[in-house]
T-cell receptor
Framework: ETGVTQTPRHLVMGMTNKKSLKCEQHLGHNAMYWYKQSAKKPLELMFVYSLEERVENNSVPSRFSPECPNSSHLFLHLHTLQPEDSALYLC??????????????FGPGTRLTVL | AQTVTQSQPEMSVQEAETVTLSCTYDTSESDYYLFWYKQPPSRQMILVIRQEAYKQQNATENRFSVNFQKAAKSFSLKISDSQLGDAAMYFCAYRSGSGGGADGLTFGKGTHLIIQP
């Protein structure tokens, strides 16, 4: 596969479940991101990883737990979510150099529904 | 904190005509980047065009061009010769240029562009 892939594409879970979202980038990038896209709201940055280290945590509740085991993979572990967490979760990656910016490439997203 | 505002929730244009999507932003920084992203119904977000704030010349990519007014903090997107495939949500986004590494994007709420055949 090419580009940025995300699995699953759709997920329905109860508030007491534990699930994980997976993102994989095949572009040789060194930075990865999680965004949340809710209806009627702008995309919200959740987490940023650069060279497998978390460099930004945008005041996200602890029921969302990211993991970046290597530069190609990014996970978002979910537990005890609330119905308002239902959204499209987008993963992105980019190749970062100090003060040189390259575009972010996005995955297709995971549509999450919390019952 | 930076904010991005897209005041047009929806725009409609006839095929082959020109449409302009507006975007304004608020920042105290002088070094930054601006982007327009397109999100078709398939949901894969793709970059349309980008502008470095230190460049005065407006960016152009084929039928897509921007009108960057730094003093007014305005960054509009013009689509010429609109095609059916241009129908999508369009997001304006901001990124700080002062960071030393990876930085996330700040997005507007988006404009839904409809192309009338």
């Amino acid at each position: 596969e090419t580009g940025v892939t995300q699995t699953p594409r759709h997920l329905v879970m109860g508030m007491t479940n534990k699930k994980s979202l997976k993102c994989e980038q095949h572009l040789g990038h060194n930075a990865m991101y999680w965004y949340k896209q809710s209806a009627k709201k702008p995309l919200e940055l959740m987490f940023v990883y650069s060279l497998e280290e978390r460099v930004e945590n945008n005041s996200v509740p602890s029921r969302f737990s990211p993991e970046c085991p290597n530069s190609s993979h990014l996970f978002l572990h979910l537990h005890t979510l609330q119905p308002e967490d239902s959204a499209l979760y987008l993963c992105a990656s980019s190749q970062e150099f100090r003060r040189v910016y390259n575009e972010q490439f996005f995955g297709p997203g995971t549509r999450l529904t919390v019952l | 904190a930076q904010t991005v505002t897209q005041s047009q929730p929806e725009m409609s244009v006839q095929e082959a005509e020109t449409v302009t999507l507006s975007c304004t932003y608020d920042t105290s920084e002088s070094d930054y980047y601006l982007f327009w992203y397109k999100q078709p119904p398939s949901r894969q977000m793709i970059l349309v065009i980008r502008q470095e704030a230190y460049k005065q010349q407006n960016a152009t990519e084929n039928r897509f061009s921007v009108n960057f007014q730094k003093a007014a903090k305005s960054f509009s997107l013009k689509i010429s010769d609109s095609q059916l495939g241009d129908a999508a949500m369009y997001f304006c986004a901001y990124r700080s240029g002062s960071g030393g590494g990876a930085d996330g994007l700040t997005f507007g709420k988006g404009t839904h562009l409809i192309i009338q055949p």
